[in-house]
């Protein structure tokens, strides 16, 4: 019939099952977290090559109107 002995087992699998689910969701949200900061990292990178190609296009403007 059936073993009642394994629902003394229950309480410690819903356990390892909830702390399973708690690693895997911080895992993801530490993956997320990594993704978006080297996003951010690429997009400041970019900002700071257009601002100093738009200063050395002003200083090449300036010095024709010097010139």
Known sequence: MINWNVLNNVPVLLYILALKTLLLCLGFA??????????????????????????????????????
């Open 30 to 67: 530490g993956v997320k977290i990594y993704q978006n900061k080297k996003v951010e990292a690429a997009m400041k990178r970019e900002q700071a090559e257009k601002s100093k190609l738009a200063q050395r296009t002003q200083e090449l403007l300036d010095n024709l109107k010097e010139d």
